[in-house]
């Protein structure tokens, strides 16, 4: 093998054919979603999975009604085993997994910002940027 060859194909791994893909799943992305979240999955380093389910947000914070403390039902879908968990657990979930409607429902505004220091270290960084970017209330 050749030493071009070792940088793009190591133990089978095709990191061109990845790049490409990448590519053509931003270029997917744009029009079927809101456009400042198609900025932030640009962003260097989002993972790929975040390409494959890009986040939905709320369109205004104040949107966000929910409880403001107790228990909730959470959907299936956003894959949290049983049991008690933080609300920052929870928030993460809903910030990575949930529907607009979903947010709405179960997210409370001043939760939110009262623990959004602590998931800006637990969200990747493109979901950070936009949550960021359309509700400056919560900092950058």
């Known amino acids: 093998m050749e030493r071009g060859e070792a940088e793009t194909d190591v133990d089978g791994i095709d990191f061109a054919g990845a790049q490409a893909t990448r590519e053509a799943m931003r270029a997917d992305l744009a029009g079927r979603i809101a456009p400042d979240v198609a900025a932030a999955l640009q962003r260097p380093g989002t993972p790929d ?38 609300v920052a657990d ?34 990747p960084d493109a979901v950070v940027f936009v949550w960021q970017e359309r509700f400056p209330e919560l900092g950058r």
């Open 90 to 123: 929870l928030y993460q979930r809903a910030l990575l997994y949930g529907t607009a409607q979903e947010q709405a429902r179960m997210l409370h505004a001043g939760q939110l910002v009262t623990v959004w220091e602590q998931l800006r270290d637990m969200l």
């Open 49 to 86: 999975w975040l390409l494959a389910r890009p986040p939905q947000l709320v369109a205004r914070l104040g949107d966000l009604a929910g409880p403001a403390g107790g228990a909730v039902q959470v959907p299936a879908s956003w894959g949290m085993p049983p049991g008690p968990h933080s």
